[in-house]
């Protein structure tokens, strides 16, 4: 395995300190604003961020022709439905519990690419997939009894690591000429209209302005895990072998399990330490790859 610098392993550190510590601001802000405000708060700030960010680099915001297309799939796979699912999933199942579920994106990856492209699907993926989904049934199994909309959670939770994993296959199978940041605005900025107007149609005009902690959350959240974040994300994968990239959804979800019990005093009982120890047993499997003969 090629050699990773330390300032690549820093990067990446931080980068799964931010997205894993995010998941309870998630709950902090939907305690006062419904998903979609919300949502169009968050997707507003990382545009905004983003924007700055390409203006003080000099960096084109050109879209190379005939790249429209695998854009828009792109952006409405990563960012739309990711966001929307995720902000649904807290609402039924605690945060760190939904974050397990949503970052269960490495092994739809082997899926699809097994059901769709006919990647060979090997001893060590067919393992994964299958503790991978024995995890995801322990880890739920006893919020069915404790929470009465546990099923929502597990849907939008897999939804949003399902939906994740086929726009990862649009942006890795997709030529991006000449498109650096700008790959990440353009996925944010096109989200952002129907959000902005789902929110005004469904959720309405506010009606009262949230507390300076649910905003804070929410522009953070905007700011840094959507606009840093993702753009960092993108670069690793530019600058790390793949399978050290991809390790970094390993961490995460434990670290977004951590926030909850330590911000929201969220329940982990052995069982369900047990069910996510088995998914990061499954994610490895399925990420690093096995002793050459």
């Not at 429209?68 to 966001?83: K, T």
């Not at 009982?269 to 088995?278: F, K």
Request: one cysteine or more; glycine letters at 6%.
């Amino acid at each position: 395995m090629t050699r990773v610098s330390p300032k690549v392993l820093a990067l990446l550190g931080a980068l799964t300190l931010v997205w894993g510590t995010n998941w309870p601001l998630f709950r902090i802000a939907l305690d006062e604003m419904p998903v979609l405000t919300f949502r169009a708060i968050v997707l507003a700030t990382a545009a905004l961020m983003l924007t700055v960010v390409l203006i003080v680099r000099r960096e084109s915001f050109a879209v190379p022709p005939g790249k429209w297309p695998a854009l828009i799939a792109a952006s409405a796979m990563n960012i739309f439905i990711w966001n929307i699912a995720t902000s649904l999933a807290v609402l039924y199942i605690p945060s760190g519990h939904a974050s397990v579920l949503a970052y269960t994106m490495p092994l739809w990856v082997a899926l699809i690419g097994f059901a769709v492209y006919r990647q060979r699907l090997t001893g060590r993926l067919l393992a994964a997939i299958l503790i991978g989904a024995t995890a995801v049934a322990t880890l739920m199994a006893p919020n069915f009894r404790d929470y009465a909309q546990a099923p929502a959670g597990l849907f939008w939770g897999l939804l949003a690591g399902f939906c994740w994993a086929v726009g990862t296959f649009i942006v890795k199978r997709t030529s991006w000429p000449g498109m650096g940041l700008s790959l990440t605005f353009w996925q944010v900025v096109l989200c952002l209209p129907p959000v902005a107007l789902g929110a005004l149609l469904i959720d309405g005009l506010p009606t009262h302005w949230p507390s300076t902690q649910a905003l804070v959350a929410t522009i953070y959240t905007g700011a840094i895990p959507m606009a840093l974040g993702t753009a960092a994300w993108f670069a690793l994968v530019k600058l790390l072998p793949a399978q050290v990239a991809a390790l970094s959804s390993i961490a995460i979800p434990i670290v977004a399990i951590v926030s909850g019990i330590l911000i929201l005093h969220e329940p982990l009982s052995a069982l369900q330490g047990a069910a996510i120890a088995s998914t990061v047993i499954s994610l490895w499997l399925a990420l690093m790859p096995g002793r050459q003969r």
